[in-house]
């Protein structure tokens, strides 16, 4: 499983790009956390809207602290999904304004896969 981190902050106009992008990968076992970092628009609406359609996405809302702070959160968040049963070995970060291709997960890991190690 792939734990996708997706900071946020003021990104509405582009989200929902973002996030459809990730709901259609061709490789389907991520879990993705959705770390608001104070967002003053409808983000937080949109983040939960997926929420609710998708159980592998979690929303997450923090008081506005920055970048690096946001993704600290989503890797916090992805250790205690690990550690509660769920199973993840990778993270990546994608950024609320990007979208990604169809098959960027499946290309993320098949090295991994090939070599086995």
Request: glycine content about 6%; aromatic content about 14%.
């Amino acid at each position: 499983m792939i734990f996708i981190v997706v900071p946020i902050f003021n990104t509405s106009k582009y989200l929902k790009c973002c996030l459809d992008s990730i709901c259609n990968q061709s490789y389907t076992e991520w879990k993705c956390f959705l770390i608001n970092d104070g967002s003053t628009d409808d983000s937080a609406e949109i983040c939960l809207s997926y929420e609710s359609k998708d159980s592998r996405f979690t929303y997450v809302f923090q008081n506005n602290q920055g970048l690096s702070a946001a993704r600290n959160s989503g890797i916090e968040c992805a250790m205690k999904y690990s550690t509660g049963g769920g199973q993840g070995r990778y993270i990546c970060f994608i950024d609320s304004d990007d979208y990604i291709e169809r098959d960027y997960l499946k290309k993320l890991v098949e090295p991994y896969f090939q070599n086995n190690n």
